[in-house]
């Protein structure tokens, strides 16, 4: 059975840090393009980060620029993303996909990724 499980989200003061970790199970992503979205309540669900696979190639939302770092260790099948100088606009479900079709060019719809984590919480507060 595949499985995307994300890990490391929380509550934190605005201004903080908080890095989240992906684990995937049930085959090898280390081919494979990885992104991070995530969902606000009442919003929809928006685009964070994503690399390729040998991790040579990153995107990230303007709104995140400067702030968070994707990064991948495809020796343990696991995608990071490190979150600073948090805001309370930052507040959302953060998902971590996977996108088979592709492992060099990284895409920002969530409509190309094949498998996605049940979500962590990241709660910033002011």
């Known amino acids: 059975q595949v499985q995307l499980v994300e890990s490391g989200g929380g509550l934190v003061q605005s201004g903080g840090s908080l890095r989240l970790s992906c684990a995937a199970s049930?085959?090898?992503?280390?081919?494979?393009?990885m992104g991070w979205f995530r969902q606000a309540p009442g919003k929809e669900r928006e685009f964070v980060a994503a690399?390729?696979?040998?991790?040579?190639?990153?995107s990230y939302a303007d709104s995140v620029k400067g702030r968070f770092a994707i990064s991948r260790d495809n020796a343990k099948n696991t995608v990071y993303l490190q979150m600073n100088k948090l805001k309370p606009e930052d507040t959302a479900v953060y998902y971590c996909?996977?996108?088979?079709?592709?492992?060099?060019?990284?895409?920002?719809?969530?409509?190309?990724?094949?498998?996605w984590g049940q979500g962590t919480q990241v709660t910033v507060s002011s």
């Open positions: 996909a996977a996108d088979l079709k592709t492992f060099g060019v990284v895409r920002s719809s969530g409509n190309n990724y094949d498998y």
């Open positions: 049930g085959r090898t992503f280390s081919r494979n393009v």
């Open positions: 690399i390729s696979w040998s991790g040579s190639s990153t």
